[in-house]
């Protein structure tokens, strides 16, 4: 019996299940490979490539997929992902106030992804010297985590939220 070819989506998520194995420059050249034998504009492929280049610390070039990628139509699964990872790759071009615009123009969803959005955001507001905000958002995101202590953590969250610098 022979076996059917993997994927696409699976010979994606095998590279990057492997990135440990090969250089960031060898990942990058394997996603490339693979996002050539989708159409060119293609959003997943773009993504991919996007998010090959932001592993391998070539923000500006990561910057540019992204927004192609999302400007393309991503699907329901990278699209808030995609606006996570630019928001991020943003903010290591030095540009958080423009993360933290992206951040907060997304709506909170069924994704999973709550919690990352807050972590970005609060790298962002910390960059932008708004630590006591930083300080809520994380608090707050972390109080409904906890078995214990979530209401004491909240309540301090809250509290700083009423200091005058928050």
Do not use: C
């Amino acid at each position: 019996m022979q076996i059917p070819p993997a994927s696409w989506d699976e010979r994606i998520d095998d590279v990057w299940n492997s990135t440990d194995e090969r250089s960031d420059s060898e990942t990058v050249s394997l996603i490339r490979a693979l996002a050539s034998e989708r159409p060119k504009n293609d959003a997943a492929a773009l993504y991919e490539r996007a998010s090959a280049h932001d592993f391998a610390d070539e923000e500006s070039a990561a910057e540019k997929l992204y927004r192609a990628a999302l400007d393309a139509g991503l699907d329901a699964y990278r699209r808030p992902r995609a606006v996570i990872q630019l928001a991020s790759t943003l903010r290591n071009l030095g540009r958080p106030a423009e993360a933290i615009e992206l951040l907060r123009s997304e709506k909170a969803d069924a994704d999973g992804l709550d919690d990352a959005r807050t972590s970005f955001l609060a790298l962002a507001l910390v960059d932008l010297g708004r630590a006591d905000e930083a300080a809520v958002l994380a608090l707050t995101a972390l109080s409904g985590t906890l078995p214990e202590y979530g209401g004491a953590i909240s309540r301090y969250a809250a509290e700083l939220r009423e200091r005058p610098n928050a």
